[in-house]
């Protein structure tokens, strides 16, 4: 769950990319951020609060060099100076729920026991698509806890069809509760 900090940021890049046109672009452009600054040594270092802030700021913005403009590097600036470059993953997160709304998509997640294969999960993406009337990003989550079925979040609608969910409601009405 993202907190305030990464809807605001998230908010502003997305009215950024709305104002350029570059919605789809800026989605590109914040993964290779969290690629290169994600990295495990990389984030001990722009986290490291014995470095200089501005040391740490341009070497956030030289590690980017050649692979994002200057208001990437702007935003590498900003997060490190902020000590936020921890909170990527929910920026981007809340970006993309921003750039689906505008584009009238709806995400959904479907958990199973067994990862979906590739036909399936277009199956699926597609029934949904057509009962929502909107088009779906689907991802999908495996969790053996849930033995088989399928688990289905889209926002804060969830619908569980799973085996595990089943056997315990047997298991209460077998109880008499």
Known sequence: MAGAAAKRYARAIFELASEEGLVDRW?????????????????SVLANPTIDVRRREEAAAALLEGH???EVRNLARLLVGANR???????IEQYQLLADESAGRVRATATTA??????????????LAKRLG??????????????GGLVLRMGDRVI??????????????????
């Open 27 to 43: 989605a590109e452009r914040l993964g290779a951020v969290r690629d290169i600054l994600g990295r495990t040594e990389v984030a």
């Open 160 to 177: 569980d069809a799973s085996v595990a969910t089943r056997l315990q409601q047997l298991r209460r009405q077998l109880a008499g509760v």
């Open 114 to 127: 067994v990862p979906l294969t590739r036909p399936d999960a277009d199956k699926l993406e597609a029934t």
């Open 134 to 147: 909107r088009q779906v990003r689907l991802d999908n989550q495996v969790d053996g806890a849930i033995i």
């Open 85 to 91: 470059v921890g909170e990527l993953d929910g920026i």
């Open 68 to 70: 994002a403009g200057r």
